[in-house]
DNA sequence: GATATTTGTTTAATCGTTTAAACACATGCG
DNA sequence: CGCATGTGTTTAAACGATTAAACAAATATC
């Protein structure tokens, strides 16, 4: 690699020292500074194609102007949007974005973010994995800046922004009561993730609502090590084969929804005849089939600018918490019965 | 944010110069340093949890053990996908990765490129946008290692890791023939990118080796700039207008795919029978559809590792230059033809 | 016993910035 | 004139690591 040019480098060939130059590239006393020097300065800076060493700058200043982004995987397109966007409003605050995907697993979330923090970024932003409260308190005890996304831990008080998904699966389970279904499966995983365990409470307290009288054998946990597209198949069989089957399925992921739609639909079940379906997050896998799915939307570009702009307070300043909950709308397509006026 | 650990600190406690503490802690010197001294030093490293500040460790070195990945758009799950196995294989590296989306536009390419040279990056891998030469050369001028993915310029002289699209179109092409058809559409992108206009010539070379006189309104050139779901319908409406329509087409990626099938399907075409597809890029949202495409598979992870393995190779030492095509498999499905023997 | 070698550790420079403090010189003021 | 103030620039320390070179003490060699 060729050689960089440093500050050094235009001091020595303007004749003054790099404190200068390093004022005078940061605009720092201004007033203090001949005009015609200054000047020079700049114009050598532009001609030896001057760049700023961050590393130095970094090291000096003790801030790095980077963000660590820790998702479960960059290559699910949920995460990558997220990606897309937070690193489109850091970029416009002159910040930078490191990413490592953690895969659901704790200890490599743990070990990520190591890794980041020896690269000194200044916060982070997180979608943290289940059991991945002691990563968080670690952040906490270590007076890190962060912001979590899409999930959080009910026991910790932190930053977090993600959306409404007792409220999502409320308006959807009303969704299908109010298209006159009344035996409502729900395929979702077997975790202790507060945002799948708000899902199924709300799912619940929708029927509740309704004096609907929940068949436990309604509700299917899919293991999340097991094979997926198996167990989703299993589940869907088994909601199908109850003397009273059930009428509609609301699927907590687009993953579910995806395996679970394939399967229903080489069934030659119809939809929404037969079955209403409704998923959470979109999937428009299903524009391609005879009824795309109704959705509940993942307000994608609200949660990301949120928390990238609340880690970037945080980070300049000592901040109060801020734990925002984001309505989702419900898309209504052409898997679910229309609502009846009541 | 508390404050952190320094090699200082160590060497306070332990009562030594903060030389042996570094010496100890990255294992040299072993020979020469008291075991007892050396086993203290570790123990409270341990104790005081102390993690290198790799800003630090990287200005002295001169080198950041960093990665600046730049592709068009991170949120597009091509590129999602090459970024996870990029940062797997740079993290057993123990390299990092910094990315950015350039949306197809040199100007922002250039900008970014530039950010991620302030930060001092070891090396890039680059998804270059279509005018994207000057960029590539000044990395080249500046001795800066980096490999090119997915798409190369053939003027230029670097590494570079693509899938054969020359082949992958011929082949493609051929196996519409195989199948019986004889009228073959092209629906791309009007470009000047190397790889597109590799696919259109597999494409018309496959034609002309089965003596096909290829007609020129077979061939739809979309404008990237334009409404694309808008674009794609046209091309097909003008392809299945002509006297002779087609009896098949190639879709030159997966967004002209989707909308295409999207498209196709609401005409209420009979795909295989009235229309044979093969898409480049593998589209899962056709599982959904009652003849899942056949595809041309984008080699991913083999792209991905060889990239970033070409690239840790070349940030440390000189290397000759690789330039690697890589075949894609036709995954053969449901929306073509079978195949007859001649 | 004088000198060379080995062992164990420290000193000090360095990477490229930033910035408080010092400095030199000019000008203002009573 | 003597002192304060203002202007323009430099000095030098610091950030936290790495590492060649220096050093001191112990041991080996003849």
Not at 82 to 104: C, H, M, P, Q
Not at 112 to 131: W, Y
Not at 230 to 239: F, G, H, R
């Amino acid at each position: 690699m060729k050689k960089k040019v440093s500050l050094k480098d235009i001091a020595n060939k303007v004749g003054v020292s790099t404190a200068l130059v390093s004022y005078v590239l940061n605009n720092k006393k201004t007033g203090r500074i001949r005009k015609e020097v200054a000047a020079k300065i700049k114009a050598t800076a532009l001609e030896l194609n001057y760049r700023t060493n961050q590393i130095a700058r970094s090291l000096k200043l003790k801030k790095t102007f980077t963000i660590g982004l820790v998702v479960a995987d960059i290559s699910n397109p949920f995460f990558s949007s997220l990606a897309r966007i937070i690193e489109d409003e850091a970029y416009e605050k002159n910040y930078t974005v490191i990413f490592g995907s953690a895969d659901e697993n704790a200890e490599k979330s743990y070990k990520l973010i190591n890794t980041l923090l020896d690269r000194q970024v200044d916060g982070f932003i997180i979608a943290p994995s289940e059991e991945g409260e002691s990563n968080i308190k670690y952040l906490l005890e270590h007076d890190i800046p962060f912001v979590l996304i899409d999930r959080y831990f009910p026991g910790i008080e932190t930053n977090w922004v993600t959306l409404d998904n007792y409220k999502a699966a409320y308006d959807a389970t009303k969704y299908f009561i109010g298209g006159g279904n009344t035996r409502i499966g729900l395929i979702t995983y077997d975790t202790t993730l507060f945002n799948l365990s708000e899902r199924k409470r709300g799912y619940e307290d929708a029927l509740k609502s309704k004096n609907i009288a929940i068949d436990k054998l309604w509700c299917h946990e899919l293991l999340y090590s097991a094979n997926i597209e198996q167990a989703v198949k299993e589940a869907i069989d088994e909601l199908l084969i109850l003397p009273r089957p059930v009428d509609s399925i609301l699927f907590a992921s687009n993953t579910i929804a995806f395996f679970g739609l394939k399967y229903i639909h080489s069934k030659g079940i119809q939809i929404p005849g037969e079955l209403s379906l409704i998923t959470f997050d979109e999937i428009n896998a299903s524009d391609l089939f005879y009824a795309p799915l109704t959705y509940i939307k993942q307000p994608i570009n609200e949660m990301a600018q949120l928390a990238t702009q609340i880690l970037l307070e945080n980070i300049n300043e000592e901040k109060e918490l801020v734990q925002k909950l984001i309505e989702a709308p419900l898309i209504v397509r052409q898997s679910t019965l229309p609502t009846h006026t009541q």
